[in-house]
């Protein structure tokens, strides 16, 4: 029998091939959130492989950033890694809405925050994660401990610059002077 490389590509093209892993079909309507992407498991699920171009891409520009995010709010790049494994398959659920959307970075974006806080809620890090909002946090990690520039950060949370630097001011205010007790015990 010939080697697999030199076999004739017709014979090696008529074999079965293993699809590989699948990812269910997108949901029928709306936006990607954590209850819908449970609710799109359906069985008519599709290879990996038959993804379009557009989301290979999409996830090929960010995917090392992705992980260096995640990486870092887990204190583990194994950790990091998965994480952001299991939010690029939650976006492949919903691709198209996602294209459809305002900011396909912005949908992708909160899949993966979303997957990151999952992820390392049991694990006790955090740091700026428990004493600012979600979305001022991941700024400030992205622009400084990753070193990102105000338009990457910006892009990659799919928002306008002008939002990054307000959301940057923001979680500098309120670094600058936290509150004196934690805002649940506020009220009154």
Same mark, same amino acid.
């Given at each position: 029998m010939l080697p697999e490389s030199s076999e004739n590509p017709a014979v090696r093209a008529s074999r079965p091939q293993d699809p590989g892993p699948t990812l269910a079909a997108p949901p029928v309507s709306g936006l990607a959130t954590p209850s819908r992407l449970a609710a799109s498991r359906a069985p008519d699920a599709r290879p990996l492989a038959d993804m379009p171009l557009s989301y290979t891409a999409f996830c090929t520009l960010r995917r090392d950033v992705?992980?260096?995010?995640?990486?870092?709010?887990?204190?583990c790049r194994r950790v990091g890694q998965e994480l952001v494994q299991a939010a690029l398959r939650d976006l492949a659920t919903v691709w198209l809405q996602a294209l459809q959307s305002a900011s396909p970075a912005a949908v992708s974006w909160g899949?993966?925050?979303?997957r990151t806080?999952?992820?390392t809620r049991d694990q006790g890090g955090g740091g700026l994660h428990r004493i600012l909002p979600r979305r001022q946090a991941d700024a400030l990690v992205l622009r400084?401990?990753?070193g990102l520039s105000m338009d990457? %950060?910006?892009? *990659?949370?799919?928002?306008?610059? /002008?939002?990054? %630097?307000?959301? *940057?001011?923001?979680?500098?205010? /309120?670094?600058?002077?936290?509150?004196p007790f934690p805002l649940s015990y506020a009220r009154t």
């Open positions: 992705y992980i260096r995010y995640a990486s870092a709010r887990a204190g899949l993966l925050a979303h806080a999952a992820g400084y401990r990753l990457q %950060a910006a892009d *990659l949370m799919g928002i306008g610059d /002008r939002e990054m %630097a307000g959301v *940057l001011r923001s979680a500098m205010r /309120r670094m600058a002077h936290p509150a």
